[in-house]
């Protein structure tokens, strides 16, 4: 059989081009749908919408990238931005806004390691132990505040950090981007955020090859649990208000973002900028639906569906853990030649 007959077909290349970058094109096709059925969808007052809606959800989804690319789960954060803004506004009045926003945070570092210690220290299961957390946090949020919602002593003081910086996006955004690029650079040019990676692709053996990574899953969770003290001191302060309510079904949406992004929930495949990507995909889907008075329950269908989609695209693409997913790598796995190049197990020879 000649190489051309072998060789895969341009219709199967461009496919597989689309499967291996399909979060930048799930994300431009969602843009060009939303600007053709929402009129002035790229107005900076709708961008500007859409941006803001990422900046609390998009530093959870930070903390839970790494979570996720470590091979674990954390379900509290919701739970604790709810804490950390009660924090950061109900004390205000005792200590002043500045300490009382940095006790938020500090709030959000302490409940990340108590996470870190039912993990690592206890061994429970990630998805269990972090249940368990967000109940707890849960309702000791509803046991400070009597289930009201907390104010501030100044509702001026948080403004800031909604208006409009250089353009359409807002001071809170630009700290999102900012941590989000950081991410980026520690996982892909750190060799902690490359062992990260090892961690979670198989934490026994990291550990044997001298990687620490107990450490590494604590500071995970560290890391996640103060990124959603972040998001909830940033959330409460530009609101002005403390809920014990806030957060609810905040991770859950996250988490989708996360793995619409192309981050595994099994642990050691995942990037920051596919982070970026699976969220300005969500906030664009959710603007144009809301937009066209769509209910909340089909929205919820509609991100269902894709959700499903790239896993299924992924699981295409990720036949074992490891796996190289580059163009090439992929041409070669559904290349016939493929089968021809690689010897049969029957021709081995028995040692």
């Given at each position: 059989m000649?190489?051309?007959?072998?060789?895969?077909?341009?219709?199967?290349?461009?496919?597989?081009?689309?499967?291996?970058?399909?979060?930048?094109?799930?994300?431009?096709?969602?843009?060009?749908?939303?600007?053709?059925f929402v009129p002035g969808f790229f107005d900076a007052r709708t961008l500007s919408l859409g941006a803001d809606r990422v900046a609390t959800m998009g530093l959870i989804a930070i903390g839970l990238t790494v979570v996720l690319i470590a091979g674990q789960l954390d379900l509290s954060g919701g739970a604790i931005l709810a804490l950390s803004g009660i924090a950061s506004v109900g004390l205000q009045g005792e200590l002043g806004q500045i300490p009382a926003a940095l006790v938020g945070l500090g709030v959000g570092l302490l409940a990340g390691c108590v996470n870190g210690v039912l993990v690592v220290v206890l061994k429970i299961n990630s998805l269990v132990a972090t249940l368990a957390s967000m109940l707890l946090f849960r309702a000791i949020c509803h046991l400070i505040t009597d289930s009201r919602p907390v104010s501030g002593i100044d509702p001026f003081f948080g403004i800031p950090l909604t208006q409009p910086l250089l353009g359409t996006l807002?001071?809170?955004?630009?700290?999102?981007?900012?941590?989000?690029?950081?991410?980026?650079?520690?996982?892909?040019?750190?060799?902690?955020?490359?062992?990260?990676?090892?961690?979670?692709?198989?934490?026994?053996?990291?550990?044997?090859?001298?990687?620490?990574?107990?450490?590494?899953?604590?500071?995970?969770?560290?890391?996640?649990?103060?990124?959603?003290?972040?998001?909830?001191?940033?959330?409460?302060?530009?609101?002005?208000?403390?809920?014990?309510?806030?957060?609810?079904?905040?991770?859950?949406?996250?988490?989708?973002?996360?793995?619409?992004?192309?981050?595994?929930?099994?642990?050691?495949?995942?990037?920051?900028?596919?982070?970026?990507?699976g969220l300005l995909t969500l906030a664009a889907l959710t603007t144009a639906m809301e937009y066209q008075s769509i209910p909340a329950y089909v929205q919820d269908i509609v991100t269902g569906a894709i959700l499903l989609i790239l896993i299924l695209l992924d699981r295409l693409t990720h036949a074992r853990r490891g796996t190289d997913v580059s163009l090439r790598a992929l041409v070669q796995r559904f290349s016939p030649t493929r089968d021809a190049a690689q010897p049969k197990e029957t021709e081995r020879t028995p040692a």
């Open positions: 000649s190489a051309t007959a072998l060789a895969p077909s341009g219709w199967t290349i461009a496919f597989l081009g689309l499967v291996r970058y399909r979060v930048v094109v799930i994300l431009i096709a969602t843009l060009a749908i939303a600007a053709t807002s001071t809170r955004v630009f700290i999102f981007l900012a941590l989000i690029l950081l991410l980026h650079v520690w996982l892909t040019r750190m060799v902690s955020g490359r062992n990260l990676f090892a961690v979670g692709s198989n934490a026994t053996s990291a550990a044997a090859s001298g990687i620490r990574s107990n450490w590494y899953l604590f500071g995970a969770f560290m890391f996640s649990g103060f990124m959603a003290g972040l998001a909830g001191v940033t959330f409460g302060i530009a609101s002005n208000t403390g809920s014990p309510v806030f957060g609810d079904t905040i991770v859950l949406t996250a988490i989708a973002a996360v793995v619409i992004g192309g981050t595994r929930l099994e642990g050691g495949v995942g990037s920051a900028l596919g982070t970026l990507g």
